[in-house]
């Protein structure tokens, strides 16, 4: 691992970056996927609760993992600290090759006002990063009273360029009510930004992975149940950009034929020799439909058919079962 710090030219603003080395025995991952965190800390501190746990977390399942301190303080403006965010990101993407990043897979990910921060980059920022991930995020313009600081209303901000979003809170969150999530949501949801949304039904604010070692010592920021946020979010992530290419051995892949069928996900149907040449005839438009939507693929056919009946028609659905039923005998 390369561990690195690299100072801006402000006092306490910094990148931290945990980057994982090359290796002749890892040649699949030559470039990876990046997570750029910003810590809570109601824009006047930086978390490190939600700071090198949350970074290390994300290494260990792959990612390059980088933490901004960004410019806090009463008397410092919104518009510092956002600054501070741009040129971060930029930085990743400048050093793509030198820090070993895929730059077209960079997400920002922020805690309660680092939501607020990452989500002002998401949505106001002309280089975007190609993905979001927001804990118990201020989003609504007044938060910035309890703050005490002018903030922009990112929900005010979305447009259909924003990138995809996966967000989570509490609804007994007291500290940033849980509809500052759930208008992010809807904002989304109207310009047609793919989304993924938790509200865990108890929790309190600032729960950071949830566990033990980010608690503080505090029994109420340890909670299981909230903790399952980053479980889903590596999932999603992996939805939305792929996992890491591995070869595909049709000999080493196996698989039990009782599994095989409209129920079966798309993407285990077609990692199947027969049962890919049988959905390409019937759905010719399949490849490009997961190109456009990866997320599909982790569908089956028969929620396609639920949801998206114009492109999985109750006919074809009738023909695959059929079809995919002689395989399995």
């Known amino acids: 691992m390369n561990y690195f710090v690299k100072e801006f030219d402000k006092d306490n603003v910094r990148i931290t970056g945990y980057v994982h080395d090359l290796s002749e025995e890892l040649q699949n991952v030559n470039k990876r ?42 008397e410092i403006p919104f518009s510092e600290s956002y600054d501070d965010a741009v040129k971060a990101l930029n930085y990743l993407k400048e050093h793509g090759e030198e820090l070993h990043i895929d730059i077209e897979k960079i ?15 998401a949505t106001m920022c002309d280089v975007k990063p190609s993905a979001m991930i927001l804990g118990y995020p201020c989003i609504l313009a007044s938060m910035g009273k309890l703050l005490k600081k002018e903030l922009p209303g990112v929900n005010e901000e979305v447009t259909n360029k924003t990138p995809p979003a996966f967000i989570f809170s509490t609804s007994d969150d007291l500290a940033v009510p849980v509809t500052n999530s759930l208008e992010f949501a809807d904002a989304l949801d109207q310009h047609g930004v793919e989304f993924e949304l938790h509200i865990y039904r108890k929790g309190q604010h600032g729960l950071s992975l949830a566990k033990t070692f980010t608690s503080s010592g505090k029994r109420n920021m340890v909670n299981p149940a909230v903790a399952k946020w980053f479980t889903s979010s590596i999932t999603w992530l992996k939805g939305i950009w792929g996992d890491f290419e591995v070869e595909d051995d049709s000999e080493d892949f196996e698989m039990e ?12 149907l077609l990692n199947h020799e027969h049962c890919k040449k049988i ?42 079962e059929v079809e995919l039923s002689k395989i399995e005998e």
């Open 279 to 320: 959905l390409l005839q019937k759905l010719p438009d399949l490849k490009s439909m997961l190109e456009t939507n990866p997320m599909a693929g982790s569908y089956s056919l028969s929620v396609m058919n639920r949801y998206s009946p114009e492109n999985v028609t109750d006919a074809m659905l009738k023909e695959l």
């Open 107 to 121: 997400a920002v990910a922020g805690f309660s006002a680092g939501g607020h921060l990452a989500a002002s980059v």
């Open 257 to 268: 034929k009782s599994v095989l069928g409209i129920n079966t996900p798309v993407t285990i």
């Open 33 to 74: 996927p990046a997570i750029l965190i910003f810590p809570g800390g109601g824009y006047s501190m930086c978390s490190d609760r939600e700071a090198e746990p949350v970074a290390l977390a994300y290494m260990a399942e792959g990612y390059q993992a980088f933490v901004l301190r960004y410019s806090v303080g009463q």
